[in-house]
């Protein structure tokens, strides 16, 4: 589909800055996962519960897609609450799971009891896809089991404030501990996308959460307890918390990262490009906004820093509201130009929200956008290309690499690495610490930097070949340069290594287009979310609107809305 | 589970990409490494053995980084100064972009290989060529026999021939036939990993754990989530 108005330049959009203030859309992948889920009539079975009064024990959740069956294995487990932490140094969870490809026999599921609960320490088989663990949201999972125990329904207060019954620490993919390689389902339509596997596995872990606490209610209160109203349950998502472990996927895919970025940009060019001439869209337009507001109203975090964007976005919102009265010409039929266009007076956050509402009205013109979200990672370095062509590209490609300073020491300050406690991804300071040797190459601009300062001594007319044989060090980020140019949305174009850098704008940005709501950053260095609040559940999405479900509001905000 | 559970691929090439730092190797050379390694083991070869050896002689050695490479009718290669063996880490990855520059400028050239260090890494990377130049034939010689094996068809066969005796090869000639036009590609693995060799795999991992930053209590708290409960 050809688009009249172009994509928005690389150098705006692949900066921590606004990338780091993204939302969801509904390219990202739970929405585009649901959708796929009712297009092709999944099925879900509860096909084993040997779970306790407490909520120890063994369940195993499956969803059957046309081709194949997928099971959740999951043991619930007692944990010391000295133990509960969310870092990936824990030790021990509330519960573990993976994501089994087929329908696990007993002796699967016994080889994995000794496995799973151990998480890294743990071996698998290409049979496992995920591997993954939750901590409980404790006061909010104890209360629902006291009120449904009762009869009555839980607090929709301290509900809408957690928002979640368990939250994932963890969930692991493509090999990880000898987990199926993501060659292996790379070809099936369903997992072809990204991280369409861990998508389905933490869907499965919602589902878990609301029987397990449905479960322990109903054994403490008998005949007296009752299920989770539907409309709660399905105001609960699953928490996450995601640390630094996140960023170096980033800087280590960026045919991947491209892909998405591309297919974003593409999507909201066509929207742009498109004329409005059903006007009752307008109307559905301003509802959908008044709700996105309430939607923003209960996100609350405790970080001053987010709280105070999101304070911005409230207001930016409500400027909108009343521009889309007074301001914006609905009677245009370029109306979407027109709103992308306003949006540029508001803050990062505001522009890239008001994206995504764009975005969520015009499924037809972009849905197809979702069935491009992957790409082989396979990099190859061109030995035979001159010195002078490699020059030239890093001159048009890495340019923006020349707008850091580092003849200054800030510049270059900070080094990723894994600490020796449980590999645990970690940044130092390079010129205080020790360790920089081993650091994690991660440094795309300083890399390159350090590569242009290199070649200065050649000669055009050498070759790489030459120039690598001399110089091993700069072989990575030449095979990097030379596999990404025709990618222009490959590179996040800024320093990953400079003092000020803040990795939660890339975990903000890749969480974004996992479809993640609620973004609660705890500081620089880790955020939690909630993924699936709002969605239907399994047995609701053959009926559910799936088009709007996320930015979801608390029941009580529905009631009254 | 049975501690001789498959390695996935990519688990593979994550441990080998660390160890090769912590050897001190450049990254650029431990992503060769594990490329190299990744490709044998898809086709059901353990490359365990060799990446062990090859990452202890790069830790005992970091200066044979650079060979000499000698151009007459054909071009040869040997380590520098004396007649240690030559690493396929530092090594292969130069002799294909030699190929590849080669088949760039339409060059059919032979190269000889002299004392290479784990041939079968050598074969790895040759054979991953392959996808760019097309075929190439390689002449593997003993002390007392010689055979040709054809790339990338003939891995399995190469495998038969050197892992037995991975020292007893002295010498590789490479060649790319003139009709070699034609991008290769064969059937690959990708049921469920590779079993490794344990004692191999135990000096990879040690490798890898030399990449791995010493934790002490500040660094411990600078760990994103430190210092808050989770019990809320």
């Given amino acids: ?561 | 589970m049975n501690k001789d559970a498959p390695r996935s691929f990519a688990e593979l090439s994550f441990y080998l990409i660390r160890a090769a730092t912590g050897a001190g190797l450049a990254p650029g050379l431990g992503e060769e490494l594990a490329a190299n390694a990744v490709y044998l083991a898809t086709h059901d070869i353990d490359p365990s053995p060799d990446c062990a050896r090859l990452l202890q002689v790069a830790w005992d050695d970091q200066e044979r980084v650079i060979p000499t490479i000698q151009t007459t009718d054909k071009t040869v290669i040997y380590a520098t100064g004396d007649f240690s063996p030559l690493s396929a880490i530092t090594v292969a990855p130069i002799i294909c972009d030699q190929i590849i520059t080669d088949a760039h400028t339409k060059i059919f050239r032979s190269y000889l290989v002299q004392q290479p260090s784990q041939p079968m890494m050598f074969i790895a990377a040759l054979a991953r060529c392959t996808k760019v130049v097309g075929e190439v034939q390689i002449t593997l010689r003993t002390l007392d026999n010689q055979m040709d094996v054809s790339l990338p068809q003939e891995l399995q066969a190469a495998a038969r021939i050197i892992q037995p005796d991975p020292d007893g090869i002295f010498e590789m000639e490479i060649t790319r036939p003139g009709n070699s036009g034609e991008l290769t590609t064969v059937d690959v693995n990708l049921s469920g990993g590779i079993v490794t060799n344990s004692e191999a795999w135990r000096i990879i991992y040690g490798f890898f754990h030399r990449s791995l930053v010493p934790s002490n209590a500040e660094s411990r708290l600078a760990g994103a989530g430190a210092g808050l409960t989770d019990n809320d």
């Fill in chain 1, 1 to 561: 589909m050809n688009t009249a108005i172009p994509l928005r330049s690389p150098a705006d959009v692949m900066r921590l800055s606004r990338m780091g203030s993204m939302h969801a859309t509904r390219l990202s992948f739970m929405p585009t996962l649901l959708r796929r889920m009712r297009r092709e009539n999944w099925q879900f079975e509860r096909i084993r519960f040997d779970v306790d009064k407490d909520g120890f024990g063994t369940t195993v959740l499956a969803v059957h897609t046309p081709d194949r069956t997928y099971s959740l294995i999951a043991f619930s487990h007692a944990l010391d609450p000295e133990q509960r932490t969310d870092r990936v140094i824990a030790e021990a969870w509330d519960a573990t799971f993976n994501l089994f490809d087929g329908v696990p026999t007993d002796a699967d599921i016994e080889r994995l009891s000794g496995n799973t609960p151990l998480q890294e320490s743990g071996r698998f088989l290409a049979s496992e896809l995920v591997l993954a663990r939750a901590n409980k949201s404790v006061r909010l999972f104890n209360n629902v089991v006291e009120c449904l125990a009762k009869g009555q329904q839980p607090d929709i207060d301290m509900l809408c404030e957690v928002g979640y019954l368990m939250r994932t620490t963890a969930v692991y993919g493509n090999g990880k501990f000898g987990c199926a390689d993501r060659a292996r389902t790379a070809s099936r339509d369903e997992t072809q996308s990204a991280f369409q596997l861990e998508m389905i596995a933490v869907y499965l872990i919602r589902w878990f959460t609301v029987c397990l606490v449905e479960h322990v209610a109903s054994v403490k209160g008998g005949e007296q307890a009752v299920p989770l109203d539907p409309n709660l349950c399905r105001y609960l998502g699953i928490g996450n918390a995601t640390g630094l472990g996140m960023a170096p996927f980033l800087i280590r895919h960026p045919k991947l990262i491209h892909r998405w970025c591309k297919a974003r940009e593409t999507a909201l060019a066509r929207v742009r490009s498109a004329a409005l001439d059903d006007k009752t869209i307008i109307e559905k337009f301003k509802s959908r906004l008044d709700h996105i507001r309430k939607h923003l109203v209960e996100w609350n975090v405790a970080d001053e820093i987010q709280q105070q964007r999101v304070l911005t976005l409230r207001n930016d919102m409500t400027h909108f509201a009343l521009s889309l009265d007074n301001e914006i010409d609905t009677n245009d039929s370029s109306f979407w130009e027109n709103v992308f266009q306003h949006s540029k007076q508001y803050s990062l956050e505001g522009q890239e929200l008001v994206v995504s509402i764009m975005m969520e009205f015009n499924g037809h013109l972009i849905d197809d956008l979702a069935d491009t979200l992957f790409d082989e990672e396979r990099m190859l370095l061109n030995p035979a290309m001159s010195i002078g062509v490699l020059r030239d590209l890093l001159k048009t490609h890495y340019q923006w690499v020349n707008s850091f300073d580092f003849s200054d020491q800030k510049a270059s300050d900070r080094f990723w690495y894994y600490s020796e406690d449980k590999i645990e991804p970690r940044l130092g300071k390079r010129y205080e610490e020790e360790g920089a040797e081993l650091e994690m190459p991660l440094g795309i601009a300083y890399s390159i930097h350090l590569l242009g300062v290199t070649l200065t001594d050649w000669l055009d007319d050498q070759t790489v070949g030459e120039f690598c044989m001399q110089h091993p060090e700069h072989r990575h980020i030449i095979r990097r340069a030379q596999s990404l140019e025709q990618l222009d949305y490959a590179e996040v174009q800024d320093n990953l290594l400079d003092t000020t850098m803040r990795p939660i704008d890339l975990l903000r940005f890749k969480l974004a287009f996992f479809g993640a709501s609620k973004f609660d950053p705890k500081s620089d260095l880790w955020t939690r979310i909630t993924m699936y609040q709002g969605a239907p559940m399994p047995h609701e999405i053959p009926t559910a609107n799936l088009d709007s479900w996320m930015f979801p509001v608390s029941p009580s905000a529905t009631a009254t809305a």
